[in-house]
């Protein structure tokens, strides 16, 4: 379906004062042709029949006036057949028997959860609750979906807890409209299933001998390392999945990332163990290099010559004193010199 934007319409104005106008001739005709018919006229009989039918079919029309704010748009279908769109900002008058379609109009895009339909509710006079009907004019403005965080596998088996946010908007209104039954529903099927196909790409943290990006090679890309890359691949899988529909997505952002709850407390004692060890790794590399500058300086200025055992010992004590968790309790030996 192609957009047909209906732009040479704004005359609604005019319309609104020609049918007031005719309003105001109608009622001096009921005034006039009743006082004709008085005197038995036929001229004041036909005046005041046309009058009276004018103030019964009058009001027609008035439904073809639209107003259209901005970044609005109508989409108008006349007994079936698409007829165009009103986008631009003004007052139009269109054929009154013209129809606004938008079945998206009582979908709601919800902030923090997943699509709801959830009609305004307002009071009636005797206390109940009452429908307002829902606005057929679709927003062309830049929105957000954030969709609710869902339970997905990493690529290593994990589950893990994530949420995007969707910056979207509508480019094409006849789409939106006539090619998907619900555009507004279409879009958030389509964030969740693109999530679940890239997520299921990447681990949570980089592993080894993992391809994430489909070209063969062992890569670091992770979850967490690559939020912006793996954001720009659900912004590229999102557009190409909802330009039938006549949506734009301008941007993609994760908004949030966790371990699964029932593996949350084994994946933080396993990435407390990980920063043990490397910081463990990192305390004996720095060891071995001060015991070998030690070494190295006691032989050049010839302080102390050391048999290869008490080299081991001194090298064990060394190791011993900054490898250790508490601080060393040295034990000063004053009976011999060994």
Known sequence: MKEKILSKR???MAALLI?????????YGVIYGGLLMDEES??????????IVWFGIGWIPLLGLKVIGPQEALVLTLFGKYVGTLKDGGFYFVNPFCVAVNPAAKTKLSQSGDVKVTPKMQVGANGAAVNEPASKKISLKIMTLNNSRQKINDCLGNPVEIGIAVIWRVVDTAKAVFDVDNYKEYLSLQC??????????????????????????ADEGSLRGSSEIVAERIRQEIGAKVEAAGLEIIEARITYLAYAPEIAAVMLQRQQASAIIDARKMIVDGAVGMVEMALERLNENNVVTLDEERKAAMVSNLLVVLCGNHDAQPVVNSGSIY
Request: glycine share 8%; hydrophobic share 50%.
């Open 192 to 217: 969740d299933s693109a999530l679940r196909n890239i997520v299921r790409n990447y681990p949570y943290d980089v592993a080894p001998n993992v391809d994430t990006t489909g070209d063969g090679m």
């Open 42 to 51: 036929a001229f004041g009989f036909w005046i005041f029949i046309v009058s």
């Open 10 to 12: 704004k005359n609604g």
């Open 19 to 27: 049918t007031i106008v005719l309003y105001l001739a109608a009622l």
